[in-house]
């Protein structure tokens, strides 16, 4: 499955904005998805996860209550909104695909999509 983000920008802090990354090549409910980000010189960091009928979500501990991961299986679309987003959320943000249970590692992730910028100043 291809995934390509989308609905990156740049905001100032307490804005809210939408990503959205749209999979192709597969079939999308076969899926559970993450969302994940990344900073120049630091590790690739969880952010949150929603299973294939997106009846389950996950979250880090540093967004939960402002961000919700959301998916549209008819639109092979999962979502995510960002809240009351501060500069320390500025990063690349990836969605990824794996056809096992969601998990906070990167590793459990088979597809990965090429990222979408955020970049919150304050």
């Known amino acids: 499955v291809q995934l390509q983000a989308f609905g990156g920008g740049l905001v100032q802090a307490g804005a809210s904005l939408r990503l959205s990354c749209v999979a192709s090549?597969?079939?999308?409910?076969?899926?559970?998805l993450g969302w994940f980000r990344q900073v120049p010189g630091k590790e690739r960091e969880f952010v949150a996860a929603?299973?294939?009928?997106?009846?389950?979500?996950n979250y880090a501990d540093s967004v939960k209550g402002r961000f919700a991961v959301s998916r549209d299986n008819a639109k092979n679309t999962v979502y995510m909104r960002m809240d009351s987003l501060k500069p320390e959320d500025t990063a690349k943000y990836y969605c990824?695909?794996?056809?096992?249970?969601?998990?906070?590692?990167?590793?459990?992730?088979?597809?990965w999509g090429q990222g979408t910028q955020v970049t919150v100043s304050s």
């Open positions: 929603i299973n294939w009928s997106g009846s389950s979500t």
């Open positions: 090549g597969g079939t999308f409910s076969d899926y559970d």
């Open positions: 990824a695909a794996t056809s096992r249970s969601y998990a906070d590692t990167a590793g459990r992730y088979e597809h």
